[in-house]
């Protein structure tokens, strides 16, 4: 088969699994390049393993620490008419990697909030690590079934009034209005069920009853708050509701655990294109005005780079770098004052005849067809590909 994107909307309905393969041997190598991190890492659970920020977790783990790592993640593979999903492709090469690196990697495909996949990964670390001391939560899911058989599913809206602002249509790259309505309050509470820190408390509480939860362990999960251009959608909207509810569960964990020594963190990381956030509106366009002024300030960094940062710099494993509110801000480089002058200044300025000046559609463009395993440098995308690949693990 001859793999070409196919996109529709923000998604992007094709992968390539060689380019998948190059995406994962490029973030391996910068990891590899930066040097080994500090402290303590060899058993590593990574729920939500298999693009963007997960991914990256992952492969920091097992290339920067040298870490066992078990990943969760919910992925399609190719019935040999369409391609798998981007992510069974990124975890078929992370495992082919990981074992040449000498290091245990398995991978358990199924919907994380279950308690199924829960009992199947408490299994899997008793069986073969006995304990893991790091646990990485990086889910982004538009629905969720609660554990009393509750489904909830989650919207992109704001919580007060409706908002119109600038948007970039994916489309044709021209510049619109766009106006997000205003959530009910059942919409509120069904998005905070979903991306809140419910499941991830659950996660660690299931863990721990297990005996499968080191002492000392560290947990993280990531957040994002943003610029002030984009709060009424974000931090002010449905989405931020959900996280404001993330960062109050870090709080409860690490003082329901304080005992056993857990320390639970937010990493509040850098706006980035990602599956999630390519479907919120408003959002792309200041994705690509932030990648121009970042870029020209030599500040941007991509998945991997924050989080090997995240690793190295703020010692996520040791004493974390935080702020007053015991966040790690690794989007310290995208609220630098002179930044967000910048951006602010551009988004004034902004328009259909000047876009491709004042942002990075380009960059933005770049970013969102590797997720998927495209314009990587080396791949032959002329070449006849098999689109099945297996993931070892979950063969065996």
Same mark, same amino acid.
């Given at each position: 088969?001859?793999? =070409?994107?196919?996109?529709k ?8 699994p ?9 973030q ?10 500090p402290?303590e ?11 963007g920020?997960?991914l !990256? ?6 290339f920067g620490?040298?870490?066992?790592t ?22 078929? !090469? ?23 996949i ?10 073969d ?8 939560? =990086?889910? !982004?899911a538009p ?33 619109? /209005?766009?106006t997000? *309505? ?70 409860e964990?690490?003082e ?15 706006g980035?294109?990602?599956q ?7 959002? *792309? ?12 300030k ?14 190295q ?13 015991g966040?790690?801000? /690794? ?21 259909? =005849? ?24 080396g ?5 006849d590909?098999? *689109? ?9």
């Amino acid at each position: 088969m001859i793999i =070409s994107p196919k996109v529709k909307d923000y998604l992007c309905l094709t992968a390539h699994p060689e380019g998948c393969r190059k995406n994962v041997a490029d973030q391996i190598a910068y990891v590899r390049s930066q040097g080994e991190i500090p402290g303590e890492a060899k058993k590593v659970l990574v729920i939500g393993c298999s693009t963007g920020y997960g991914l !990256a977790s992952r492969i920091v783990a097992a290339f920067g620490c040298h870490a066992d790592t078990l990943g969760i993640m919910f992925e399609r593979p190719s019935n040999g008419k369409k391609t798998a999903t981007p992510g069974w492709y990124n975890t078929a !090469a992370f495992e082919e990697f990981a074992k040449e690196e000498g290091c245990y990697a398995k991978s358990i495909n199924g919907d994380a909030f279950s308690k199924e996949i829960k009992d199947i990964t408490i299994e899997t670390i008793r069986r073969d690590f006995g304990q893991v001391d790091t646990v990485i939560y =990086s889910l !982004a899911a538009p629905r969720r079934t609660a554990p009393d058989g509750t489904s909830y599913r989650s919207v992109l809206k704001t919580t007060g009034d409706d908002f119109t602002n600038k948007n970039l249509n994916l489309k044709d790259n021209t510049i619109g /209005m766009k106006t997000i *309505p205003a959530a009910t309050e059942e919409e509120i509470e069904a998005t905070v069920k979903v991306m809140g820190g419910e499941d991830w408390k659950l996660w660690i509480e299931a863990l721990d009853e297990a005996g499968v939860l080191a002492d000392n362990a560290v947990t993280a999960a990531y957040s994002y708050i943003g610029s002030e251009l984009t709060y009424p959608i974000y931090f002010e909207g449905t989405i931020g509701e959900a996280k404001k509810h993330l960062h109050k569960t870090a709080d409860e964990i690490t003082e329901e655990f304080k005992d056993k020594g857990l320390k639970a963190y937010i990493s509040v990381n850098k706006g980035l294109v990602t599956q999630a956030s390519s479907a919120i509106p408003i959002v *792309p366009l200041y994705m690509s005005v932030l990648y121009k002024v970042m870029k020209e300030k030599n500040l941007h960094e991509g998945c991997i780079e924050q989080i090997e940062r995240l690793f190295q710099e703020k010692n996520l494993l040791l004493d974390a770098v935080t702020d007053e509110h015991g966040w790690i801000r /690794m989007d310290d480089w995208e609220l630098k004052d002179d930044v967000q002058d910048e951006v602010k200044l551009r988004w004034k300025q902004i328009e259909t =005849s000047n876009v491709k000046e004042l942002a990075d559609i380009d960059g933005y463009w770049e970013d969102f067809y590797h997720m998927f395993g495209f314009g990587e440098e080396g791949v032959d995308y002329n070449a006849d590909v098999d *689109p099945v690949m297996s993931i070892p693990s979950l063969e065996g």
